[in-house]
C-alpha cells in the first residue's frame, strides 16, 4: 500500500460526510422557506376574509384589530426564531400601546398573537361557517410556528 493509501480512504469518507451535511442543510433551509411562505398567504388570506367577512357597520373596531394582529404574527415569529431583532422595535408601528405592552408581558408573545387573532374572531358578527375558516387558518399559523421552533 502506498503513502497516499489511507489518505485516499479519508478523502473519500469526507466527502461523503460534507454531501450528506450539505443536504441536510439545504432541506431544513427549503422547509423552512416553504413554512415560511405558507405563513404570509395564510396571513393574507385572514386579512381578505377579516376585510370580507367582518360587517364594516358593526365589526369595524375588531376589523381593524385582527388585521392588526395578523400583521404582527410573522414580526413576533422573526423575532423568536432571531437574535438579531427586538420585538418591541418590529412592532411598534403595527400594534397600538396597549397592545404592545399585552404582548411584551408576555412569555410566549406569538401563541398570544394567536390567542388575540382567535378573541377578535370570536368578537365578530360573522356566520358561524365564517369563524371557523378563519379558525382554521389560524390554526394552521400554530402549526407553522412550531414547525419553525
Not at 394582529?69 to 400594534?95: G, I, K, N, Y
Not at 397600538?96 to 377578535?120: F, K, N, W
Request: charged content about 20%; glycine content about 4%.
Amino acid at each position: 500500500m502506498s503513502i497516499s493509501g489511507p489518505f485516499s480512504l479519508s478523502t473519500f469518507a469526507l466527502s461523503l460526510l460534507l454531501v450528506f451535511r450539505t443536504n441536510s442543510s439545504y432541506q431544513r433551509w427549503n422547509e423552512a422557506r416553504k413554512l415560511w411562505g405558507s405563513m404570509i398567504n395564510r396571513s393574507r388570506d385572514i386579512a381578505r376574509q377579516t376585510l370580507q367577512w367582518f360587517p364594516p357597520d358593526t365589526n369595524a373596531e375588531v376589523a381593524a384589530a385582527m388585521c392588526r394582529w395578523t400583521t404582527a404574527f410573522p414580526f413576533v415569529l422573526m423575532v423568536s426564531l432571531r437574535e438579531d431583532h427586538e420585538l418591541q422595535e418590529c412592532l411598534q408601528d403595527v400594534l397600538t400601546a396597549d397592545e404592545l405592552s399585552y404582548i411584551m408581558r408576555q412569555q410566549h408573545p406569538g401563541s398570544a398573537v394567536l390567542q388575540m387573532m382567535g378573541a377578535c374572531v370570536g368578537a365578530s358578527h360573522a356566520k358561524e361557517i365564517q369563524k371557523a375558516r378563519i379558525d382554521e387558518n389560524i390554526t394552521f399559523m400554530q402549526d407553522v410556528m412550531g414547525g419553525c421552533e
